[in-house]
């Protein structure tokens, strides 16, 4: 008991409290507001994870590794944690979804919220699994259930079902729901009926079986209403709108990760996939600096496949750059999209500007983080015209790149209206309000509309106005659900993603094989790579030595293997370049005619040339126009150069010193060292025959023969009963004309057609 003593002591306590606060009025205050406030609500902590089919021991130990990570850090961090699993349709073997079910209603997983998320049609004993989370998310397009494929489940596989649903893991799941999936022939009913004692009635909505529902009619006479839900004879198969409807299987639909990441108020970077499912990043530097062309395209790529070889997990793309080619860029967009596949997690990291098309290959990737003031937007593609005038590319270039800009968001889990109006100076975007779950999004008029009045259209985001294409910077790209929270260097951006500060991400530089193929793509080196592979050609014709042949194929090999890896060629072209001179051998050696295998041999390889040298086949702008219009010029100019330096070699290559030792030459007019060696009779030498006549070339010009075999230009002919290798001065000379030789300069005997004989 208190002694009257202690009653005095706190009566004089308060009163001396009462006196200090009336003098001091703001004390009060002070004190209130020296009160430990309440920590700001941090958002749940999160993992997504893709659960494949089929389910096996390794998808099995990857979702529970994650999970037992998630509740560690959970009950550390004294959080609430989500782990959402997507379960995909396909074919698993029930003992391995029954094993994985018994794990994530373990009560050891006590700080995690298990969220089964449905997209798709999922049917057979996947079901199961998504009964054994504690929720189910549904597309309400997608639809859940015929856990039996249309045949009876096994009585000892049904009654494990049964008593996964009796535990009431999931409240929104109960016994008649898997009977529904499970038995084809029970008749399902969506039952309403008040419940509780007299003047306290609660009105209470169940799913129930035929015979649960006799058996309520008979206990319960405050039945509203009863619907039939499933038939007798129909697969138990129920769609996200539906069960969302009638309050049964789902807590909630969602169209996106995005909406799933909002309603559950995590982060939407904790949804993306854990690729390493525990394990340490192993992350590489790849910078795109400067302007995106074919070049650029192809280092990127060849350091993306070193990564995968190298066993990546996490590439980092360094992008400051002002744009590029279109098609570069979106190559690049898309191959950053396919690592999702291989699950490589990718972050675009933009210390200054990502415009153009580097705004293409930003949205390609996982995540994009910026500095503050650093700059993404304005993907239109403009052309260049006559006079050096820049103009807005046509409708049939915008239009696609639209679609490739929107899918490219939509993937990844961002606003698409706001990536289309980064190519679209007349789109307008505005912030807009979820009626149900009051979510903040950005859609245009036309997405507005389209979702049938769910979303509350608010201001319009200046940026997006019209006659001005959307560019924003680092704080506005995070506030447009374009990019994470802000960054101010790499260091707080490796903070950000988990990476060790000790980790060194050392960028990925060209090698010399990159330095060779750069000078391989200039115009220089093209006209010299057309010009040396094409003299080659003539000169090993000429001399029949094969050195020449050796460098006119190192010639075009390094061609095409620059083009290769410059991202212009592929084997298209190296086919059609080989079908070429395949013709032409035929029209030499094979198959002397007309020239129908000659000249569609050169076109052939003409063709094959051109193609390689750029990134497209038909031109559609006045670039593209422009390009072919340098790549054919060069070429043309390296054939003329080829033609006249073919005349030049044929005049004085015989008189030059040394090299006209490499020009073949009959046996007999050679010097012969063994006279005891055998030797052709003369009288039976055609050659020999030729040889004395160009002997006596003063005598010889200005007789007439007739020719042998067709003048293309070259070929035989009779003068004075003799064989003779000539060569006609203009066009072809067919079989049988008559001839009259204008010329002789060494063994080249030169021939005209002698018209009207």
Request: hydrophobic letters at 45%.
């Amino acid at each position: 008991m208190i002694s009257w003593k202690d009653c005095n002591r706190l009566a004089t306590v308060l009163i001396l409290a009462l006196v200090v606060i009336i003098s001091r009025p703001g004390l009060a205050v002070e004190y209130l507001d020296s009160e430990p406030k309440a920590e700001t609500k941090r958002p749940p902590l999160a993992k997504f994870i893709t659960v494949r089919s089929p389910v096996e021991d390794v998808m099995s130990g990857r979702v529970k590794n994650v999970a037992i990570a998630l509740q560690h850090q959970a009950v550390q961090e004294k959080r609430q944690a989500i782990l959402v699993l997507e379960i995909t349709p396909g074919s698993s073997e029930f003992h391995h979804i029954q094993g994985l079910a018994k794990f994530l209603i373990d009560p050891k997983l006590s700080k995690v919220i298990t969220v089964a998320w449905i997209q798709e049609i999922v049917i057979g004993n996947n079901v199961v699994l998504a009964f054994a989370c504690n929720e189910i998310v549904m597309h309400e397009n997608a639809q859940l259930g015929d856990i039996g494929r249309g045949v009876p489940l096994d009585p000892v596989d049904r009654q494990f079902v049964i008593s996964l649903v009796d535990n009431r893991h999931n409240i929104k799941v109960n016994r008649a729901l898997a009977v529904a999936m499970m038995d084809v022939d029970r008749t399902i009913w969506k039952v309403q009926f008040n419940k509780g004692p007299s003047g306290q009635e609660i009105s209470v909505t169940q799913i129930l079986t035929q015979k649960e529902l006799e058996e309520l009619q008979k206990t319960n006479k405050e039945i509203k209403e009863t619907r039939i839900i499933k038939e007798s004879g129909e697969i138990g198969l129920f769609s996200g709108r539906g069960a969302r409807d009638d309050g049964y299987l789902v807590k909630q639909t969602a169209e996106s990760r995005t909406d799933l990441a909002d309603s559950y108020g995590i982060l939407h970077e904790s949804l993306r996939e854990d690729a390493t499912a525990g394990e340490a990043w192993r992350a590489k530097l790849i910078k795109i600096n400067g302007m995106i062309e074919p070049i650029l395209e192809g280092f990127v790529l060849r350091e993306i496949k070193r990564a995968i070889a190298e066993r990546a997990n996490l590439l980092i793309f360094e992008i400051d750059s002002p744009g590029g080619f279109l098609r570069s860029s979106t190559n690049l967009a898309h191959a950053i999209v396919d690592l999702e596949s291989k699950n490589i997690r990718t972050v675009a990291y933009i210390p200054r500007e990502a415009m153009s098309g580097a705004a293409i290959i930003a949205l390609g990737c996982d995540e994009i983080y910026m500095k503050p003031d650093a700059q993404i937007g304005d993907a239109e593609p403009i052309e260049m015209k006559a006079g050096g005038q820049f103009e807005r590319a046509p409708e049939k270039i915008l239009g696609p790149l639209r679609v490739t800009l929107k899918d490219l968001a939509e993937k990844k889990g961002r606003p698409p209206g706001l990536a289309a109006a980064m190519a679209d100076k007349d789109l307008e975007v505005f912030q807009v309000l979820h009626k149900k779950t009051g979510r903040i999004s950005f859609m245009t008029d036309d997405e507005i509309h389209k979702s049938n009045d769910e979303w509350i259209k608010g201001r319009l985001v200046v940026e997006s106005r019209k006659e001005n294409l959307l560019t924003i910077n680092g704080k506005n790209a995070h506030e447009f659900k374009l990019a994470e929270p802000t960054v101010a260097d790499m260091e707080e951006l490796k903070q950000r993603l988990g990476i060790s500060p000790g980790v060194e991400l050392v960028a990925a530089q060209r090698t010399w094989v990159d330095t060779l193929v750069y000078l391989l793509n200039t115009k220089v080196a093209l006209f010299l790579l057309f010009l040396v592979g094409s003299v080659c050609i003539y000169l090993e014709l000429y001399t029949m030595t094969g050195f020449f042949g050796i460098g006119s194929t190192l010639c075009f090999s390094l061609f095409f293997w620059s083009r290769f890896l410059g991202g212009t060629a592929g084997w298209l072209e190296v086919v059609l370049f080989l079908l070429g001179l395949v013709c032409i051998a035929l029209e030499i050696f094979v198959i002397p005619g007309f020239g129908v295998f000659g000249v569609s041999g050169g076109f052939l390889v003409m063709v094959s040339l051109i193609l390689a040298s750029q990134t497209f086949v038909v031109p559609q702008s006045s670039a593209q126009i422009s390009e072919m219009g340098w790549t054919m010029g060069i070429l043309c100019g390296a054939i003329v150069s080829v033609i006249t330096l073919a005349i030049l070699t044929s005049r004085y290559f015989p008189q030059m010193p040394l090299l006209n030792q490499m020009i073949l030459a009959p046996p007999q007019a050679r010097n012969v060292s063994d006279s005891d060696g055998p030797q052709l009779r003369p009288e039976y030498s055609e050659v020999s025959s030729r040889t004395s006549l160009i002997a006596q070339d003063s005598r010889l010009v200005g007789q007439q023969g007739t020719v042998l075999s067709v003048l293309r230009p070259a070929g035989k002919a009779r003068i004075n009963d003799q064989f003779v290798d000539v060569v006609s001065e203009g066009p072809y000379i067919l079989q049988g004309c008559r001839i009259e030789v204008v010329a002789v300069s060494g063994n080249r005997v030169v021939v005209r057609e002698i018209n009207g004989v």
